[in-house]
């Protein structure tokens, strides 16, 4: 069975970068998808997914999947290696948790939409 996700891109703006940092700061940030995946299927699940473009499509559509089945919101950012310099991370991050929901609201007014990118069945 393969579902179909219509994918949005969104575009960060200066002030995503320092947002990152502070909520890792506050210890409300859950890096690494394989991370993501298991807080998901927790009790403490993230306010907010935001996903690097640069993931593969078999990472997104797990990541996608999930956060569909358990209601938390997922975008999808042009992040360029952004989420792990602005987390402090030595490698590249492809996905990330926002676990305040104050934090997660002030992240949302640093994204804006780009145009809508057609998603393609995922196996």
Same mark, same amino acid.
């Given at each position: ?7 949005t ?7 995503l970068?320092?947002m ?22 927790s ?11 640069? #993931?593969?499509?078999? %990472?997104?559509?797990? &990541?996608?999947?999930?956060?569909? *089945?358990?209601?938390? !919101?997922?975008?999808? $950012? ?16 492809? #996905?990330?948790?926002? %676990?305040?929901?104050? &934090?997660?609201?002030?992240?949302? *007014?640093?994204i804006? !939409?780009?145009?809508? $990118? ?6």
């Amino acid at each position: 069975m393969s579902i179909e996700f219509k994918e949005t891109l969104y575009v960060p703006t200066p002030a995503l970068k320092g947002m990152l940092g502070l909520s890792r700061r506050a210890g409300a940030v859950c890096p690494g998808v394989s991370a993501l995946l298991g807080i998901i299927k927790s009790r403490k699940k993230p306010c907010l997914v935001l996903v690097a473009v640069e #993931a593969s499509k078999q %990472t997104k559509s797990k &990541l996608y999947g999930v956060c569909h *089945t358990h209601a938390v !919101p997922y975008y999808t $950012v042009l992040s360029q290696g952004m989420f792990g310099e602005a987390i402090g991370a030595r490698t590249e991050i492809l #996905a990330l948790g926002i %676990t305040n929901q104050g &934090l997660a609201e002030r992240i949302l *007014t640093c994204i804006t !939409p780009q145009n809508p $990118v057609d998603g393609e069945a995922q196996e």
